[in-house]
């Protein structure tokens, strides 16, 4: 028999893939919550994700059950989560989860009182007692009789759980002006120190396995670099990039990159791909090849990029939110090889390619291949025998074969709905790669997608702004990480388009924010907008997870948005947030990337930059092109008194850089060269 839950008429992939479970699983909402009310039930809450593993086994293993989901339809109100739709519950009840045991990750399974108040929770269960953790059915039928025996005891211990929650974030110091003095950089230079000490020096990367990319701190290790000149900061920042990028991390047939390596040397990832983590890497990858001026740096950005369009882009520009970790119920069967099939495919090239990709009879990885490169291309064509171009025409004569035949065997599921904040940062990330290599065409796909974004995400009624999308409706409030995301893309977008709309839209965007997700303080925002009614606590996040702060990000808004908009009052604010989490910057950076990189900025000085004249916008590209994190760039080809970098600023024949510091200017530069030797020998 068939079963068909209330999931059935959800949008979302990871719901749909639960909706025909014989567990009866509600969304969440008020149908539910009400339902655990009125019945007296406690309530289980199980989130996941689409692109998930784990996920995907713990219901073929239990969900799937007959016997299992009697037991959770008896005696529970079942509530499935797509973590993706709703990461303001799954903060939340992760929050909980990590009070409650110290760890977390997902499937994320939390039992709450029939108020909604979380007071016990785990990750993955097996069907059978296994290594010492509980069976599903164990956990279940114990926590129904301690319901039915200590309820009392049960509810006093969500209250405090939640009372906990509520006013817990202890990397936070109250408001106070920031203060610009030796011990900024003192901060600084702790921070770098705290990133070395965690360093590894050998395979790349931060800390040990598993490892995850990190791009924060590597953004920050290259900035730190560009500023003070120490060797190891860049060493380290670009071993990184490039042992993901040679691992089997990184997809070397079809581009594109995994969510983390299970393993210390980028060989065996989760399979995952996801929107967001291919954003940020291509963004180290474009400032990486802007210091370096590495080919490979281009390569893998340009693959990534082609990757990305082939199988994420939708008919409408968006790009879906990820692609499954698993086909045929295998992680990674999709991707990896065996080397008969390697050699059946690649003839008389196989050797050398297996050589290259580091194929064996036994495999490295279960008995099967996960490529990975483990030679510059130089060094390999020396081995084998052959100059440089010769080796690099069989490469991609076979990646092109390989990818050929992959495309018959079964892909993995795409996670299909389309993220507001997930497509701001690839939105971001085109921009940043499309100026660093010249791409105007990722360039007016970037401005496609911003289109896209600013049409079918602008609420119409109760929310201005929502979070996802799909088949032509958009749903669920925007959170801060969304509308954050967003002001950041369109201040970058605006720089090589010269578009002032775009301007003017983040500036919009951002009074937005201040006035629905600002604190009572005035000081940091809310994850969650002040007429969202559904969950139990306001948040405020402020440390850089997989992916930015929201907090983080507006702290650079604003500051940007201050400069361009002569707003002292946002400037101001911006500088009161980095001084909140001063102190957690230099003991904890990994966590703190986005602010350390603004700290190094604030601690260093920002250079303005005006482009004025016919060919202002050509110029600003070319500008652009190169590696200046410390800077706001404005471009027109006539003066517009509305932007204080503009004011009294002449129109001359020849095109004119105005370089400034604090709406000081010096006389005007003609040259991008000349811009270019005052800017970085005053960074």
């Known amino acids: ?37 009125q019945e007296a039930k406690p309530i289980l809450v199980s989130i996941g994700y689409a692109a998930c593993h784990w996920c995907h086994v713990m219901e073929r293993e239990s969900f799937e059950d007959e016997a299992i989901a009697a037991i959770m339809n008896n005696h529970f109100v079942c509530i499935k989560i797509d973590r993706e739709e709703r990461p303001d519950l799954d903060h939340f009840f992760m929050d909980a989860l ?46 129904h009789e301690a319901f039915q025996t200590r309820k009392q005891e049960i509810e006093a211990q969500a209250d405090n759980l939640v009372a906990y929650l509520a006013k817990s974030n202890p990397m936070v110091k109250s408001a106070q002006d920031f203060t610009l003095s030796s011990s900024s950089l003192d901060h600084c230079q702790q921070a770098f120190k705290a990133i070395m000490e965690i360093a ?73 791909k996801m929107t967001y983590d291919n954003a940020l890497l291509l963004v180290v990858l474009a400032e990486a090849f802007q210091i370096s001026k590495e080919e490979s740096f281009k390569t893998v950005a340009k693959q990534t990029v082609e990757f990305m369009n ?43 390619m297996a050589d290259w990709f580091d194929v064996t009879a036994e495999g490295n990885w279960e008995h099967v291949n996960i490529l990975r490169r483990q030679d510059e291309i130089e060094s ?65 796909l970037a401005e496609r997608n911003m289109e896209f974004l600013l049409t079918v995400f602008r609420g119409k009624e109760e929310y201005g702004w929502l979070h996802t999308y799909k088949a032509g409706e958009a749903k669920f409030p925007a959170f801060l990480d969304d ?36 604190d009572e303080e005035g000081l940091l925002f809310y994850f969650t907008p002040s007429n969202q009614t559904d969950i139990l606590v306001r948040k405020k996040d402020v440390y850089d997870g997989a992916m930015p702060s929201g907090n983080a990000i507006m702290a650079w808004n604003l500051y ?29 950076p990994n966590s703190f990337g986005i602010w350390a990189n603004l700290l190094l900025e604030l601690s260093r000085g920002t250079h303005e930059i005006l482009v004025l004249g016919k060919d202002a916008l050509e110029k600003t590209n070319e500008l652009l092109s190169a590696y200046i994190p410390n800077k706001v760039v404005m471009s027109a080809s006539q003066t517009d ?42 960074s």
């Open 1 to 37: 028999m068939e079963h068909r839950n209330r999931l059935f008429n959800e949008s979302s992939p990871y719901l749909l893939q639960h909706a025909h479970n014989p567990v009866d699983w509600f969304p969440w909402g008020d149908e539910a919550l009400l339902k655990a009310r």
């Open 98 to 143: 990590q009070a409650i045991s110290g760890n977390g990750g997902w499937p994320l399974n939390m039992f709450l009182t029939s108020e909604a108040k979380p007071f016990y929770g785990g990750t993955y269960f097996p069907p059978s007692r296994l290594h010492n953790r509980p069976s599903w059915r164990e956990v279940l039928l114990q926590i």
């Open 200 to 272: 590894d020096t050998h395979f790349g990367g931060f800390g040990k396995a598993p490892k995850f990319p990190q791009t924060f701190t590597i953004q920050y290790l290259l900035r730190y670099y560009h500023f003070t000149g120490d060797p190891n900061a860049k060493m380290q920042a670009m071993l990184s990039v490039k042992s993901m990028f040679n691992g089997g991390i990184y997809d070397q047939v079809g581009g594109g990159f995994c969510r983390y390596s299970t393993d210390a040397e980028w060989l065996a990832p989760h399979f995952e």
């Open 310 to 352: 082939r199988e994420m882009l939708s008919a409408e520009n968006g790009f879906y939110a990820a692609l499954d970790a698993d086909s045929e119920g295998v992680e990674g069967k999709y991707y990896v090889w065996t080397k008969a099939e390697f050699d059946q495919l690649l003839l008389s090239d196989a050797g050398k």
């Open 380 to 444: 390999w064509a020396e081995k084998q025998g052959m100059d440089v171009s010769t080796a690099q025409a069989i490469v991609e004569k076979s990646i092109q074969t390989l990818l050929a035949a992959r495309i018959h065997r079964v892909r993995p599921g795409t996670d299909d709905k389309i993220i507001l904040g997930w497509n701001a940062l690839y939105n971001h990330a085109l921009v940043k790669a499309a100026v660093a290599f010249g791409r105007k065409d990722w360039l007016l």
């Open 483 to 518: 509308l954050a995301y967003l002001v950041q893309a369109l201040l970058c977008i605006y720089e090589p388009t010269g578009n002032l709309s775009y301007l003017e839209k983040a500036k919009e965007l951002l009074a937005y924010i201040e006035k629905y997700y600002l």
């Open 560 to 588: 940007r948005a201050g400069i361009l908009f002569g707003r002292e009052d946002w400037k101001r604010q911006s500088a009161q947030m980095l001084e909140s989490v001063k102190e957690a910057i230099q003991k904890y």
């Open 641 to 682: 008194e509305r932007y204080p970098l503009m004011q009294a600023k002449k129109l001359e024949q020849a095109t004119a850089f105005y370089v400034c510091r604090n709406y000081s200017c010096q006389l005007p530069f003609h040259s991008i060269e000349e811009v270019l030797l005052n800017v970085l020998t005053k």
